[in-house]
């Protein structure tokens, strides 16, 4: 039998041209320059959808505007859209884009990623899971799963 | 010494460095700490180990034995027995391994297989001839310890519709109680004609009870009372008092006898225990552990890495009873908190 992928043909969009970000004509060399929405973006944007050659942005499956950050509180929400309602991959995108912000932020952020509402059929008991830190940390020490995101992530570190 | 004339201050005495991932969590050693024995912690982690550390002479800590070499996947939990003699270690590797302490050397004498996935909890009753562990495959087990360090599995309970998080036993009498990422809480006891452990209460959020996953729990000294906390951002309080009606002079002879009768009327009705408060309003993130103290002190452990302190304020004009915040230590860790009996690590 042969398993069919999930969606076989997903809509792929174009990327967004990325901003060059213009030099502040006042540099304060000890500030630390405030973590904002597009620098989130940046990291995420390039993610590989774990069954498609296409990133998340391509995908539409993280946009710009689903990046929620508040560096003040030292908080970030991420929302993000499966490209089908019955996506079983969804817990691996959450997966793969907590390990992201895990791995790309400062310690003192709390991250929260969640379906965006209405886009899947099991958006409670995703969320759920993948804002559960012991259930996370598990699903990470599976070798398999590990490898997985690796590979989802391996784009965005070029 | 009066909790409620404020001033009071957390502060931090000494940073234990070690572990090379986040710790889970922590225990003292029953059996140290008075007359005199310096005081001893366990502490688990990530990094697949379990330290004990121990206070010296001039009152620092050190890293006095590290077990290692033994599970393979991150140790989650661990519990002293009440004779201070052996540790139960918990860990995602399904296992649970039974340590113990012989002059400062740490030997694993039992391991305990059956779980199905990673364990969650573990804890000693109070005589110390019962374990109980808990893990994500949604069972409860009951381990009945043998002479020789042999371990037998007592019963399998089932009941909880998702993994379970932690399990406590009450502080003097064998029940059981368990929380859970399906939001309930549930009370276990052996039945007392047919020596079968079931659940003899749930308190789901039809009982007042959490409605999102249920964290931890924790029963104050007299074990009449219970705290737990959640992901729902409260902690609530059940009354776990065993309500004696008026006793008609029975039972007032041997303390067995007194004992039976409690346990009896613990255990028999079914909805003996019930809450009684709901803490709100103080965390905006998963509180992930809550501790009584022996002075009656809650502690909560959240994810905002705050530690919270709360006491019962006496207040006489309501009838129910009302917790005020004592204190809040914020940024107490870099990370999450999860506390142990009065003692915090972060991850």
């Known amino acids: ?158 | 010494m009066d909790f409620l004339e404020g001033n009071l201050e957390l502060r931090e005495r000494q940073r234990l460095e070690g572990h090379t991932d986040r710790v889970w969590s922590l225990a003292w050693n029953p059996a140290t700490g008075v007359c005199g024995i310096p005081a001893m912690l366990a502490s688990c982690s990530g990094d697949k180990t379990v330290r004990i550390w121990q206070q010296g002479p001039s009152g620092s800590w050190d890293c006095s034995a590290v077990l290692e070499d033994n599970h393979t996947r991150t140790v989650r939990s661990c519990a002293w027995s009440p004779s201070g003699k052996l540790l139960a270690t918990a860990s995602f590797d399904a296992t649970t391994a039974i340590w113990e302490c012989v002059g400062g050397d740490f030997e694993c004498v039992a391991t305990l297989e059956g779980h199905e996935n990673e364990v969650k909890s573990v804890s000693w009753d109070a005589s110390g001839s019962l374990l109980a562990t808990c893990g994500r495959d949604k069972t409860v087990w009951i381990w009945e310890m043998q002479p020789g360090n042999e371990f037998e599995c007592v019963s399998v309970l089932q009941g909880h519709t998702q993994d379970v998080k932690m399990v406590q036993w009450h502080p003097f009498m064998e029940v059981l109680v368990s929380v859970s990422y399906d939001n309930s809480v549930k009370i276990w006891a052996e039945d007392g004609d047919s020596d079968d452990w079931h659940c003899v209460q749930t308190l789901n959020e039809a009982s007042s009870g959490h409605t999102s996953t249920v964290w931890a729990v924790s029963f104050n000294s007299n074990g009449d009372r219970m705290a737990t906390c959640s992901d729902d951002l409260t902690l609530k309080i059940w009354d776990t008092s065993a309500k004696a009606s008026e006793t008609s002079g029975s039972s007032c002879g041997s303390w067995v006898t007194q004992y039976s009768f409690y346990l009896d009327l613990f255990c028999d009705a079914r909805d003996k225990r019930r809450h009684l408060c709901t803490i709100s309003g103080y965390h905006d993130r998963t509180i992930f552990s809550v501790n009584w103290s022996r002075d009656g002190v809650i502690a909560s452990g959240a994810a905002d890495d705050a530690i919270r302190l709360f006491f019962e304020s006496k207040d006489n004009s309501v009838d129910v009873p009302s917790y005020k915040l004592l204190l809040k230590k914020e940024k107490a860790h870099d990370m999450d908190v999860k506390l142990s009996a009065m003692e915090s690590k972060g991850t």
């Open chain 1, 1 to 158: 039998m042969v398993t069919g992928l999930i969606n076989a043909n997903p809509i792929v969009y174009e990327r967004k041209e990325r901003r060059v970000r213009s030099a502040p004509t006042d540099i304060d060399e000890y500030a630390e320059e405030p973590i904002d929405q597009l620098e989130i973006f940046d990291h995420i944007r390039d993610i590989k959808d774990p069954e498609h050659p296409y990133s998340l942005e391509e995908l539409k499956v993280v946009t710009e505007d689903s990046v929620e950050v508040n560096d003040r509180h030292s908080y970030v929400r991420v929302t993000f859209t499966p490209t089908v309602e019955h996506c079983s991959m969804a817990t691996v995108i959450g997966l793969c884009l907590r390990v992201k912000l895990l791995r790309s932020l400062p310690s003192r952020y709390k991250v929260d990623v969640r379906i965006a509402p209405g886009t899947h059929a099991t958006e409670a008991a995703v969320n759920k899971q993948l804002n559960d830190k012991e259930r996370v940390a598990a699903a990470l020490e599976n070798p398999n799963l590990l490898e997985m995101v690796n590979e989802c992530l391996a784009p965005t570190f070029a």
